[in-house]
């Protein structure tokens, strides 16, 4: 017996090496990453029979318990890359157990918790999440590790980011800067400038997004980090899409693209497609658009990225449903739903419901759309995703209304505004504000139509929301006009057209005209 272990222990310690080198070609460039999930699946079962062997032996050979816990520290990003986000639980609860047996591992267990609040967030649940990432943010402060610190502090706003606690949020990645600017990590201090970039833009703050985003641009050109240069692009064209700038979204996600397809990055290419899909279908060229996602679709699917999948899937139904094509549109929604739940990502799974819930509204068909957006309301609320709760507050009050079911509807709508206010969000409390407008206006109530509409109209104008400000224009121009006010209807026509001659898109998805349709491909915080 004693042999055979001995035999075992070798070969764990061969394929943990083999492994390792995987991990270290993947954090270099394009043609490392490559290599890297070559040699990766060239051994790959080798290296799941070592696992599984050391992970049976641990509990009576600290040799067999300290190779189960390097099995998951050593391979960390082929390991994330390639385990569904349930088998990675499952290796990092062996190796934690593993790394508590041994004793004198706590950097490694910090990081293992780390990695385990990864996994729970791919998988939607950020309570747990959280739990993990304080448990690791505990151990990195009693033994010192400042970088570790840095970074857990980043996972954790981006788990209360996804939850829509835009405010915490930010002020741990604040944290999280402080600490990459004290010790020096200027590659830590973009991605903290990315994650607060990302949380501006959350908030609608165009100006203070875009800076952030500039910033950590020049930072990642000056190390030489073309991955997050291309990263970082991305979210600069996604700000400049949210402020109506969509040429200048273009242009900057088709230099994310090249960026991408030149260091390999098949998921990054596929994201920066997304992207673009969701820019042109904007623009109004919306069969170049759905080309263009197919694109991201097949790379994504090549590549095993179940998440981006769904999310291509979302877009194409975005896109479809915008030419007016319901049923098509219909069929990639449910297609990207069964998607979510396959990997278990709740939050997807709300979104696409989302989806199905507008599409019946399109057609009429409000109390199927209620309970779809009803459906979406509970498991944001389980989630704790306010941001995704807000959105579905929204859409839910727009079939009511158009159901006739008028104080429900301003129930619901002044729910939402509440909720906007509270986590912060402006661009969304104008949208609300508007979408009580509408409400009032339904009711004859024009006066008051009139107030939350010029109220919507100051604050996407303070945000910068060009979208938001036509679209609160035209609503302007409509209740001036039911109340015979004919002179301040020509006035607010005329500031509309001023807008589109800016080359503003004409169309939109404001939940004023239109329930929010929710879907990208979008960068997320690092």
Known sequence: ????????????????????????????????????????????????????????????????????????????????LRLHPREQISWIEAALNSARIVGDLEAEEAALLGNLGLAHADLGDYRQAIRHYEEALTIDRRIGNRKGEGETLANLGSAYY??????????????????AREIGDRRGEGAGLGNLGNTYLALSDYRRAIE?????????????????????LGNLGSAFYSVGEISQAVEIHQQALALH????????????????????SVLGDRDRAFVVCQRALAIDREIGARRAEATDLNILGNISFASGQTERAQEFYRQALEGYREIGDRTGEGNALGNLGNICHALGEYRLAIQFHQQYLLIAREAHDRSGENIALGNLGASLLSLGEYNRALEVFDE??????????????????????????????????????ETALALHRRVGNQRGEAMTLGNLQEVCQAMGDFQNAARFHEQLLAIEKRAWPPHDRERELNPDVVGGCLDEPQ
């Open 1 to 80: 017996m004693a042999d055979l272990n001995r035999v075992i222990l070798l070969h764990a310690a061969h394929y943990i090496s083999v492994l390792q080198e995987a991990n270290r070609l993947y954090t270099q460039d394009a043609e490392g990453l490559g290599r890297a999930l070559e040699l990766f699946d060239a051994n790959w079962q080798h290296i799941r029979l070592g696992q599984a062997r050391t992970a049976q032996m641990a509990g009576g050979s600290a040799a067999a318990a300290r190779f189960c816990t390097v099995y998951c520290t050593g391979g960390a990003h082929p390991l994330q």
């Open 162 to 179: 996804f939850q829509g606690d835009i405010s915490r949020a930010v002020e741990l990645y604040q944290q999280r800067l402080t600490i």
């Open 261 to 280: 397809r030149r260091l390999g990055d098949r998921e990054g290419e596929a994201s920066a497609l997304g992207n673009l899909a969701s820019a042109y």
């Open 212 to 232: 952030c985003f500039e910033q950590h641009l020049a930072i990642a050109r000056e190390v030489g980090d073309l991955r997050n240069e291309a990263a970082t």
């Open 416 to 453: 939402a505004l509440l909720l906007s206010r509270d986590i912060g969000d402006r661009k969304g409390e104008a949208s609300d504000l508007g979408n009580l407008g509408s409400a009032f206006a339904a009711i004859g109530e024009y006066r008051r139509s009139f107030e939350l509409y």
